[in-house]
T-cell receptor, first 109, second 117 residues
């Protein structure tokens, strides 16, 4: 099955800094999503991005499907960006998705 | 749109009792829902795929007789933890895919925190 590796596992930044989170897949995936889990446990959908680049405000993501990785960029970090960021992938849009181990982001004021 | 609810949000029960958790898609229909378990500071582990009108598909190592799943309608799936023990204490999260509208994204419920004494 698919294995998903995320890096870095932990990241501590000052407010206003930029960050890049990475997700590597052991196999080609046609279903790739990024999530933010807030301190109360709720997962928030950030991007559905099996390939290409998308942007939503201060967040953007790029997936290079041929090289089996995806990047999540956070610019001008705010304290509300703190939490755990997960990527997850699956073989198809109809299949189950496997989660990476997450990146725990802490933004200090 | 695309809201998924779970009930209850937290539950404390005695060892040996059964607990039922509901997962509802509020504004869309889902033939497929997923159940995950998350231990503190760990990732989400898929337990099973819930299929409307048919049996659930369990991941390897998940006891189907202990974690009963029923997907009786296009908006409701339930997970029953039978004869719960302290090691079953965890954060249980469901998700649903908005597939009937052509969507590919999974939307997640807020989770249910189960504590077994």
């Amino acid at each position: 099955g698919i294995q998903v590796e995320q890096s870095p596992p932990d990241l501590i930044l000052q407010e206003g800094a930029n960050s890049t989170l990475r997700c590597n897949f052991s196999d080609s995936v046609n279903n790739l999503q990024w999530f933010h889990q807030n301190p109360w446990g709720q997962l928030i959908n950030l991007f559905y991005i099996p390939s290409g680049t998308k942007q939503n405000g201060r967040l953007s993501a790029t997936t290079v499907a041929t090289e089996r990785y995806s990047l999540l960029y956070i610019s001008s970090s705010q304290t509300t960006d703190s939490g755990v960021y997960f990527c997850a992938g699956g073989y198809s849009s109809a299949s189950k998705i496997i989660f990476g181990s997450g990146t725990r982001l802490s933004i200090r004021p | 749109g695309a809201v998924v609810s779970q009930h209850p949000s937290w539950v404390i029960c005695k060892s040996g009792t059964s607990v039922k958790i509901e997962c509802r898609s509020l504004d869309f229909q889902a033939t497929t829902m997923f159940w995950y378990r998350q231990f503190p500071k760990q990732s989400l582990m898929l337990m099973a795929t819930s299929n409307e009108g048919s049996k659930a598909t369990y991941e390897q190592g998940v006891e189907k007789d202990k974690f009963l799943i029923n997907h009786a309608s296009l908006t409701l799936s339930t997970l029953t933890v039978t004869s719960a023990h302290p090691e079953d204490s965890s954060f249980y999260i469901c998700s649903a895919r908005e597939e009937l509208a052509g969507g590919n994204t999974q939307y997640f419920g807020p989770g249910t925190r189960l504590t077994v004494l």
